[in-house]
């Protein structure tokens, strides 16, 4: 199979990987995942400069003529995305390896959130890859503690 950036290569490579318990190597995957991620949510940064919320940061995703795709929350230092139908979901699906989809693929989105601003959070309220009917991504500012 060949989707442009092969997961099913890395299916293939991670399934290796934890057949031959390889627990540095899949350390080393993740950490490799990890800094493109952050690296990739910088670059969106550069170009949001100065204007840096998350409404201009879901805009890179967002197609308001979308229907699989429904912002239930835009504002500044929150947003709450509805996504129905995902093809990386499909693809991995297809894979039988959602597993692997998630580790890899959904989990990139929580390190994008860090590179793009520091003080936003991501929480994956549902999730296709998890079994869910949809996947639910809920982005907000960071809050600070209160002193007392």
């Known amino acids: 199979m060949c989707y442009g950036w092969e997961p099913d290569d890395i299916v293939q490579i991670i399934t290796?990987?934890?057949?031959?318990?390889?627990?540095?190597?899949l350390k080393i995957i993740d950490?490799?995942?990890?800094?493109?991620?952050?690296?990739l949510g910088e670059k969106y940064?550069?170009?949001?400069?100065p204007d840096i919320?998350?409404?201009?940061y879901i805009l890179r995703w967002y197609n308001s003529e979308d229907e699989n795709i429904i912002l239930i929350k835009n504002?500044?230092?929150?947003?709450?995305?509805k996504t129905k139908r995902c093809r990386i979901y499909e693809i991995f699906k297809l894979l039988e390896n959602m597993d692997i989809g998630f580790q890899y693929k959904c989990r990139q989105?929580?390190?994008?959130?860090?590179?793009?601003?520091?003080?936003?959070e991501l929480e994956i309220e549902k999730c296709l890859m998890k079994g869910d009917e949809y996947c639910l991504h809920h982005y907000f500012k960071k809050q600070g503690k209160k002193n007392i």
Not at 75 to 81: G, R, S
Not at 109 to 120: N, P, R, S, V, W
């Open 16 to 25: 290796d990987l934890k057949r031959n318990n390889e627990i540095n190597s």
């Open 31 to 39: 950490e490799a995942l990890e800094k493109t991620a952050v690296g």
């Open 45 to 49: 940064r550069v170009k949001d400069f």
């Open 53 to 56: 919320n998350l409404s201009n």
């Open 75 to 81: 504002e500044p230092n929150e947003v709450i995305m």
């Open 109 to 120: 989105d929580y390190f994008l959130i860090k590179g793009y601003e520091k003080t936003f």
